[in-house]
């Protein structure tokens, strides 16, 4: 399976509810370009990216985007800002893609591949809830 068609499966593991009622993205900064990094880099670069948003003003939670058996997770941010801001800070951290939801709706957005954007349809049920 391509990496693209594996994003387009991923479910995402939050600890809080949340409101779909406003737009945000998903993005990490982890495993750039679809690379696989040593825990310590993936660390680091998700430290990178927090700060990035704080220096920015930008209101943001954490979010684990993992495949749908949870083999496969990676650390990542949900982010309230537009779709412009989430696209730059995105190639800013070398992504292949983000996640975009609008009204409830989720899209996968390429940023470094070459790919259209798609529809996956409604986000609230690949929203799974831990507790704590």
Request: net charge negative; glycine share 4%.
């Given at each position: ?7 387009k499966?991923?479910?995402f593991l ?9 737009d ?5 900064a ?8 040593h825990?310590?880099l993936n660390?680091?670069r ?5 700060a ?5 003003r930008?209101?943001?939670?954490s979010?684990i985007?993992?495949?749908p ?6 650390k990542s941010w ?10 730059e ?5 070398e992504?292949?893609?983000?996640y ?6 989720l899209?996968l957005v390429?940023?470094?591949l070459?790919q259209?954007?798609?529809s996956?349809g ?7 809830l831990?507790n704590d």
């Amino acid at each position: 399976m391509s990496l693209w068609e594996s994003y387009k499966t991923s479910i995402f593991l939050c600890h809080q509810a949340l409101k779909c009622d406003v737009d945000f993205a998903i993005i990490s900064a982890q495993n750039p370009a679809g690379h696989t990094e040593h825990p310590y880099l993936n660390l680091r670069r998700d430290k990178e990216l927090q700060a990035c948003l704080n220096q920015q003003r930008l209101p943001y939670r954490s979010v684990i985007g993992s495949a749908p058996d949870l083999t496969y997770q990676e650390k990542s941010w949900i982010v309230l800002c537009d779709k412009q801001q989430a696209i730059e800070l995105a190639l800013q951290f070398e992504q292949n893609a983000i996640y975009w939801v609008e009204r409830g709706e989720l899209f996968l957005v390429p940023v470094l591949l070459q790919q259209p954007e798609e529809s996956l349809g409604a986000f609230s049920p690949r929203l799974v809830l831990l507790n704590d």
